[in-house]
């Protein structure tokens, strides 16, 4: 299913929002609000008291960076698989956002829930872990939960900000095919082509994503005018960003927006994103009351992110 166009409005920043109230439980109508404008007009925004304690990032870096430092040999030994699990190597090709092949200059270590393999859904899987690796598998899992917790909180957000029942999102995300990541980035310093870098020009296939990224920046959004903005490393936030699926259930109204990275630090740069994705078989399809849809169009999300799977990492499938 096309994705159904978001209207085009330009921004100039992307806003900061206190979730302090939310996260606790509690109401905050001005919080939402702020994130229902967000969400409506640029698709990203920052978060601030989100209740992921520092610890937990800091555990994850410790352990990522000891994996990416080993030789390449053994880093291969849990290369991506089909359900997206394991080592994502440096410089891949894939053919996210172009319709050219294009090298992407990050290596990253994927994990999500541990499933058995399954003849019908192609999300379910175990994770692949390397040789000697506790610390990864345990900061991960821990990772996880605290993201998983977060992501709630958003889904009631969310609802709330399209005026509908803060549960709206809960059965989708029931059984959730979330995806946990961390990205090391190697310094790029004056790159040629936008089919070379950190990554390209794309936007996110699922519901939304909850990104840290460290102090070296890199993040770019592409502005509803075209125009490309940086959205700059902020102490002890997240950058939340809406994924196609969200843009699909809403209709169009809240708004999947493009970006891309580009590290120009001069540093190695690190990031984790925790894409929050719905259920195996969750309806890709708009889904508030006043839209009418046909039936015979709808996707689930499975076959949906599984097709587009299979074109962003075409290693994984060879």
Not at 190 to 207: A, C, L, R
Not at 272 to 287: C, D, E, G, H, M
Not at 290 to 310: I, P
Request: proline share 7%; charged share 25%.
């Amino acid at each position: 299913m096309a994705i159904p166009e978001s209207r085009r409005l330009a921004f100039r920043e992307i806003p900061i929002i206190d979730l302090s109230l939310l996260v606790s439980g509690n109401r905050d109508s001005a919080a939402v609000e702020e994130i229902g404008k967000a969400c409506r007009e640029v698709g990203f925004l920052y978060v601030k008291n989100h209740g992921i304690p520092k610890k937990l990032i800091n555990d994850i870096l410790a352990a990522g960076r000891e994996f990416f430092e080993r030789p390449l040999a053994q880093k291969e030994k849990v290369l991506l698989d089909t359900r997206i699990r394991g080592y994502l190597p440096l410089g891949y090709r894939s053919y996210e956002g172009e319709s050219i092949a294009a090298t992407s200059n990050q290596e990253g270590f994927w994990m999500g829930p541990d499933r058995p393999l399954t003849s019908y859904n192609r999300l379910d899987g175990p994770n692949l872990w390397p040789e000697n690796s506790e610390s990864l598998r345990n900061s991960l899992d821990a990772y996880y939960k605290a993201a998983t917790a977060l992501a709630i909180t958003l889904q009631k957000a969310f609802a709330l900000a399209l005026g509908l029942p803060d549960d709206f999102f809960k059965e989708l995300f029931v059984d959730q095919s979330s995806l946990l990541k961390i990205n090391h980035y190697p310094p790029q310093d004056n790159p040629t082509t936008v089919s070379n870098i950190g990554v390209v020009p794309h936007s996110d296939e699922g519901g939304f994503t909850i990104l840290w990224q460290d102090e070296n920046g890199g993040l770019e959004v592409e502005s509803k005018g075209g125009e490309w903005v940086v959205a700059p490393p902020i102490e002890e936030t997240f950058v939340i960003n809406l994924g196609d699926t969200m843009q699909i259930w809403t209709n169009g109204e809240f708004s999947s927006t493009p970006h891309r990275v580009i590290n120009r630090s001069g540093v190695d740069r690190y990031s984790i994103p925790f894409f929050a994705s719905p259920r195996w078989n969750a309806p890709v399809k708009p889904l508030l009351d006043s839209v009418r849809t046909n039936d015979s169009l709808e996707e689930t999300f499975e076959a949906y992110q599984s097709r587009h799977h299979r074109r962003i990492f075409p290693l994984a499938f060879s």
